[in-house]
DNA sequence: GCGGTAATTTAAACGCGTTCATTTTGAACA
DNA sequence: TGTTCAAAATGAACGCGTTTAAATTACCGC
C-alpha cells in the first residue's frame, strides 16, 4: 500500500529504516516482524499495511546494497578499458558490499530460488533491480576492449550476470576466513571467462558458440509470460 | 534419535510413511507437523524425537527420490556407450523422476541455498546423497565412449554434479506446460557439454582446461573443513 | 469549525515449527 | 509377580509470520 498522507509517509519510513538497521544489526531470523513494529514505534499491523511480507522488506534491503554496488563499481568502469579487469573489478566490488551480511546471508539468499519469492531474481518484484544489474554488465562489456558483434554481443550481459549470480552462490557457502575462496574463484574464473569469450568467434568455436547462442534464443521463444502479456492471457489460458 | 525397541521402530516408520505421503499429497506447506502426527496416529512430540527437524523428513524425502532417480537410470547406463545419450539419459530421467513433485519444488529445493539447512546438497547430512550422485556421473564417464586421461577424468564427475544442479534450479522456475523447456535444456546443454569435453583436451583448448582444473585444485586447497577434522580443529579456532 | 469518508492503526487471533517438563510404557531383573 | 528405570510418548507453551475486524485518525468540502 502507497501511503497518501504525509504522517503515513513518516510512518513507512520509520518502519523501512528499523528494518534495515535490524538486518543489518541482527540478520534474517533476528529481525521479527514484532521488533521491526517496535522499533518503528507502531504495531504489526501497520508493518502489513505497508509493506505486504517480510520478504518484501528484504527487497528494499537487496535494491540498497545493488545501488551501493553501483556506486562502487563507477571507477573501475570509467577507468579500465580491458574486459578482464573491468569484470573483475566489478566482481570485487559486489563481493565487498554484501560483505557485512555474509553471516545470514544463507537465509537472505536462499529464497531466491523460490520461484514464489518476491526475493526470486525472476519474480516481477525483482524486475527494476535485475534490470539494473543486467544494465551494469552491458556497460561492463560495451566500455571494454572486446569487439563483439552479433548474438553473442546481445547475450553477453545476462550470461554475465548469471555467471555473477553463480559466483555469489559460491561465496554464500564459502566459510573461508575473510571470504578468501570467493575473491579467488572471482579472480580465477574472470581469466576463463574472458578467454572462452575471446575465443569463443574464433573459426574453431564457431559451430560451438553458435549451438549456444541458438540455445538461449530457443528458450526465450518458449518463455511462457513476459511482464506484458500476463493478465491478458491468464483468462485465455485457463479457458483454452 | 534412533529407535531401540521394535514398538518404537514402528512408531517411526509410521511417522516417515505419513510425511512422506503428505508431501505427496499436499507438497511442503501442507505437510506440517501436526499432520503428520495425526495421520502417524501420534503426537508431534514424538515426530521431533525421531527427526530432529520438517527439514529432515524432507531429507527422507529426497533420498528416496535419488533412489528412484538411480533406479530409472539402470537401463541407459546399461545399454547405452555414446557419452551425450548417457548423459542424457540421466538427465531425462531425473526429470522424470522429480516431475510429481514440480508444483511444490520451490519450497522443497530453495532451501537448497541455506548453508545452515540439513537439505543443503554440501552439508554434512546430505553427504552420501551427494556421494551417490556424484557416484551416478562418474559411471556415466566411466561406461562412456569418452577417452580420458588426467585431472579432467577425475574432476569431471564433479562438474557433471554441478551441471546437473543447474538444469533442476532451471526446472524450478520453469513454468512452461510439462517443463517442456526444461527438457529442451537439458537436450541442447548435454550437446555442448559434450562437445566441449572432447575438445577440452585439444591442443588450442589446453591452455584453458589446464586454467579451469587449475582453479578446481585451488579452491580445493583452500577448502576450510573436511568432515574428518571439523570436530578436532573446532577448538583450536576458537583458541586461535 | 464540522461532518463524513477514506486512510491509517491497532490488538487479538490463527496456524506454523519447535521445545520441554511431565507422564506412560515395557523389558530386564529380583 | 513386582520393581526399576531408560526409552518413548505426550500436550501445553513459545515466538514466529500473517490476517482481520474493529477502532482511530487525517483530510476535504461545507
Redesign the pocket.
Known sequence: ????????????GRILDAALELLRERG??????????RRA?????????????????VQAFYARTHQEHLAACEDVLASETRFERRLAGVLEAKLDTIAPYHRFSGVLFKTAADPESPLNPFSDDSQPTRRQATELFRRVVEGSDLDLRGPLARKLPDLLWSYHMGVILFWIHDRSPGMRRSYRLAQRTVEIVARLVRIANLPPMRPLTRAALELLRELEELEPETEALSKETADVRTSG
Chains 1, 2 share one sequence.
Open positions: 500500500m502507497k501511503p497518501k498522507t504525509a504522517k503515513a509517509e513518516r510512518t513507512r534474517y531470523e533476528g529481525t521479527t516482524m514484532r521488533r521491526i513494529a514505534g507502531t504495531s504489526v499491523g501497520s508493518a502489513y499495511y505497508y509493506f505486504p511480507s517480510k520478504g518484501h522488506l
